[in-house]
């Protein structure tokens, strides 16, 4: 890509001159630097190359080795291949999932992993790219490009709009070529020029807004710049140098700082901001020494009284009183004195009252009442904090002051709850809790009786109502929720939940209802369920880490201004809330402990594969940043949800599991408000280890065993087959002794009725029976010798058979046979079990009716391709009946022969056959008998 040809083909659509000169600085300001060295565990001084992974590790290059940096400590790889060369100029090729950087180095492929340095001799797998852009050298022009566009070198910066290249700006100085260019996570591109590659001159800024923003003021802490790594524009930067590395931290979005005095230590004071309130538009702040400040909407800062400066020295708490268009502050005089000063900011009017106590507190209690409180410096020692607290009513149209309460601690905070038209008020030595005529209701104490009403850390400086609780922030005990209701102490939060301190200063709520708590470290952010969702300190933009108590107010746009030790602060909370933190969560290590020892486990593809039967499981993290500064306790808020739900402590960068379920679950580790996040599929197995070695001993013993005795095997094979066929052959037999000993038993009844007919001279159904008896017994000797006949045949032998029997009892009964027509009549079913059932119907059942002629119905009924069913139902005198009339020492044979046919043919045959009884009963009175049989054949 050259000049000429952006003219041939027409791609210039307009001309904007860039001048370096004329650029417009970033409005942001660097808030932290760190500078790491030698002694701090580097390698060496001279760093030419910083490459960032995706867990967040900083791989750094030097003139002969390669470094890991997690923003704690440094790992130096072991450069196992041989004659590595030139690390001085490498090119990152890729970086994948699995923490491994592949570079080229004179000519040659190589590949970082966790422990070393190797040659790549497959180059196949660098033909891929991770990374979101690629930066080469065009070998023609010698510009630097970016996926192939040319962008900046020998003194000339392309003006990039919508991916189309636009100017080409020579620079007034030609002989500024661009070192170093590259971008960052949001896509801006960033160009660094010099005249030689050891020194730059010139930082330049393209962002995809497609403003250029000069960040050249980023040279004053080092212009000897080898190559950068650039986290977001507006975030961090990490330097390579000649003289280390170099930590750039940009202050946070959303922060905004006044009255800040400049190079002061951050241990020490600088403009001590005691007292901020928002008045209409404006917001107020008390400076110390210096007097009241006022903030307009434009950001711009104004002393008011300036006059009178005096009278602001050693203030304290200021508050609005809007009904009256008044504020109020106080402070104390060199003789002891306590001032309540009361003026109206617009009109600069100042009225002062001398007040006979020493000031902690001030209270808006209604447009003609201020509540005053503290302690009572002239009756009690100042020490005498038991009994010294006072408050005071000052009425504002009188001047005058009323002593309400007295005898307590002193007075910190006087608070008000409308919904139970209560106070609150914090002391020393802990809370007590007032109606309105000022009666004592409750008291929450160091000594209460009640241990829920007990505060370890009775020093209450500050509270605020929230649903139906109040939160109590104090002196060294973090924050005391407590039910407004019970009066009682539910739970605290402090340092062990990841609070940045104890000592808690201020609280305010956002207008999402989240909770700003301001403490001796920082601020400190909770949503409605109490969790610690963000946390703010001085490296990240604010003016100092320690702030003033009770100085915070939340202005008409929603903003939450705070009072420090150096200045006074405006926070953005949708802002600070919205914005993403710079370190990666990755999983270091994982180890299960089973029966006191400990193995390690290895993630596969983000699946962890366990077994149910360990002790615990335990996941060591690594949070890698830019630097880890004291009290970068990431860990501590961090969100676990899928085994677990909720915010979870991390102790010691280390999450513990000793519950496991047999299956697959998904754990989510999730830092709140930023994306940064890491997901583990936990595979939960059966052990089933123990037994597959069992297993393998006993498969082992008997190829042993089998190898020993082979030969005596076969012999006992042989002999096995000739027992098999015997055993078949005697159940073949037994089959065949069953059916000789029923057929028998079905002609003596048979015969029994022809001699019937005979006897009773009636001729001719003695022939007509004799001729179906004939027929019948021809078909039973047929059936004798097979050990299934057809349903077909069935169905012929069970019609001749009850044929003959309504014969033989005189039409007592009228029976029904029908087959279900999806039933294939060719299916085999064992000869003469049916028989027996439909006898007993007849001869025990229906035969002794009295009252009503006899029903037998026979169905065959389609279940499935495998199952029939034949069912056996008549309206006889049932079991129970038939058995009283038997005599008491008959046994029915019969139904002995039949159990002992069914039980050798399941035995012996695909067929399996199962039988069901049962008795038809109506309110106690037998309706007859049911028989269910069940033919089964395998597929």
């Given amino acids: 890509m050259n000049l000429t040809l952006l003219e041939n083909t027409g791609k210039c659509i307009y001309v904007v001159l860039l001048l370096f000169s004329s650029l417009p600085a970033t409005s942001q ?11 701090d565990g580097l390698l060496a001084r001279v760093v030419h190359k910083v490459v960032r992974d995706q867990n967040g ?20 790889f072991k450069l196992e291949a041989n004659n590595i060369q030139d690390l001085m100029d490498v090119e990152i090729l890729n970086v994948d999932k699995n923490e491994n950087i592949y570079f080229k180095s004179d000519h040659r492929f190589f590949k970082i992993t966790k422990d070393k340095v190797v040659e790549v001799e497959d180059q196949a797998s660098l033909k891929f790219r991770t990374l979101s852009h690629e930066i080469t050298i065009d070998e023609k022009s010698g510009f630097r490009t970016i996926n192939g566009e040319i962008l900046a070198g020998e003194g000339s910066y392309w003006n990039l709009q919508a991916n189309q290249t636009v100017n080409l700006h020579k620079e007034e100085a030609p002989n500024l070529d661009c070192h170093i260019l590259t971008q960052d996570v949001e896509g801006n591109l960033i160009a660094l020029y010099g005249d030689n590659y050891k020194t730059i001159e010139k930082i330049l800024v393209y962002g995809v807004d497609g403003v250029v923003q000069d960040f050249s003021f980023i040279l004053k802490y080092n212009n000897n710049i080898l190559d950068v790594y650039v986290d977001k524009v507006n975030g961090k930067w990490m330097l390579a140098t000649f003289n280390g590395i170099y930590i750039i931290t940009f202050a946070k979005a959303g922060i905004k700082n006044y009255e800040v005095k400049e190079n002061v230590r951050k241990s020490d004071f600088g403009n001590i901001i005691t007292g901020v309130a928002s008045f209409k538009d404006e917001v107020y702040f008390v400076n110390e020494s210096y007097g009241l400040f006022m903030v307009d909407g434009s950001g711009q800062v104004t002393q008011k009284f300036q006059h009178i400066p005096e009278h602001f020295h050693q203030n304290r708490k200021l508050i609005a009183d809007p009904l009256n268009n008044q504020m109020y502050s106080y402070s104390s005089q060199t003789n002891a004195d306590y001032e309540l000063l009361d003026f109206d900011p617009m009109e600069e009017s100042l009225l002062i009252h001398k007040i006979p106590c020493a000031i902690s507190d001030i209270f808006n209690a209604s447009k ?11 009756n009690h020692r100042y020490d005498d904090t038991e009994r010294s607290g006072i408050l005071l009513e000052f009425d504002k149209v009188e001047h005058q002051t009323e002593v309400l309460v007295k005898g307590i601690p002193k007075i910190r905070t006087i608070d008000y709850n409308p919904k139970s038209e209560e106070y609150w008020i914090g002391t020393d030595h802990g809370i007590f809790i007032y109606d309105q005529e000022f009666t004592l209701i ?13 505060l370890k850390f009775p020093f209450i400086i500050t509270q605020l109502f929230y649903d139906d609780y109040v939160l109590a922030g104090s002196y060294g005990g973090g924050i005391y929720v407590i039910d407004q209701q019970k009066k009682e102490v539910v739970k605290v939060i402090s340092e062990k939940d990841g609070l940045s301190d104890d000592l808690i200063v201020g609280l305010v709520t956002d207008d999402e209802d989240n909770i700003w708590v301001s403490t001796f470290n920082g601020i400190n952010t909770l949503d409605k369920s109490l969790s610690i969702i963000k946390k703010i300190f001085d490296y990240e933009g604010l003016p100092n880490r320690e702030f003033n108590s009770k100085a915070v107010t939340k202005d008409a746009s929603g903003n939450l201004w705070w009072g420090s030790l150096n200045g006074v602060s405006r926070i953005d909370p949708k802002t600070i809330l919205a914005s993403s933190e710079s370190f990666v969560m990755s999983l270091e290590h994982v180890y299960q402990y089973q029966n006191g020892s400990r193995t390690e486990v290895f993630l596969q593809d983000s699946t962890l594969q366990i077994y149910s039967n360990i002790d615990s499981l335990q996941l060591k993290f690594k949070f890698a940043d830019f630097y880890h500064h004291r009290f970068s306790d990431f860990d501590r808020w961090i969100n676990v949800s899928g085994l677990e739900s909720g915010p979870h ?8 599991l000793n519950q496991f379920e047999i299956g697959l679950d998904t754990i989510q580790f999730h830092q709140n408000n930023s994306d940064n996040s890491l997901r583990v599929e936990l595979e939960v197995g059966r052990d089933n280890r123990n037994l597959r070695k069992g297993i393998f001993i006993i498969l082992f013993t008997s190829l042993i065993g089998s190898a020993l005795g082979r030969w005596r095997f076969k012999e006992m094979e042989k002999k096995q087959k000739e027992k098999t066929k015997i055993n078949t052959r005697i159940a073949e037999l037994e089959l065949t002794a069953l059916r000789s000993q029923m057929n028998p038993h079905f002609i003596f009844n048979a015969l029994g009725s022809i001699q019937y007919f005979i006897q009773t001279q009636e001729t001719e159904k003695a022939d007509n029976y004799l001729s179906d008896f004939a027929m019948l017994m021809r078909k039973i000797l047929e059936s004798s010798k097979s050990k299934f006949i057809t349903l077909k045949e069935e169905a012929e032998l069970l019609r001749l058979y009850v044929g003959l029997e309504k014969i033989r009892f005189e039409e007592v009964f009228d029976y029904t046979l029908t087959i279900d027509p999806e039933i294939e009549l060719d299916n085999p079913v064992p000869p003469m079990v049916i ?37 056996i139902e008549d309206n006889g005198i049932g079991r129970k009946a038939s058995q ?14 039949v159990n002992e046919r069914v039980n050798t043919i399941n035995q012996l045959s695909e067929v399996k056959v199962s039988m ?15 028989v269910i049989i069940l033919f089964e054949y395998s597929e």
């Fill in 29 to 39: 300001h660097i808030s932290d630097v760190r500078n790491l060295e030698i002694e």
């Fill in 57 to 76: 590790f900083f791989y750094l290059f030097f003139e002969d080795g390669i470094q890991r940096y997690d923003g704690v400590a440094f790992h130096t």
């Fill in 442 to 454: 409750d008291q929450l104490t160091k000594s209460a009786n009640q241990k829920s009403k007990v």
């Fill in 368 to 378: 003609n009442e201020l509540l005053i409180g503290g302690h009572d410096y002239r």
């Fill in 649 to 656: 402590d991390l102790n010691d960068h280390i999450y513990s």
């Fill in 884 to 897: 009283r009339l038997r005599k008491s020492n008959h046994k029915s044979r019969g139904m002995e022969i």
């Fill in 835 to 871: 028989q027996p059932f439909v006898e007993n119907a007849i001869n025990h059942g229906i035969f002794n009716l009295k009252d009503k002629k006899g029903e037998l119905n026979i169905y065959f009924k389609y279940l499935s391709d495998q199952k029939i069913q034949c069912v």
């Fill in 916 to 930: 069901e009884i049962q008795d038809k009963v109506m309110e106690g009175k037998s309706l007859g008998t049911k």
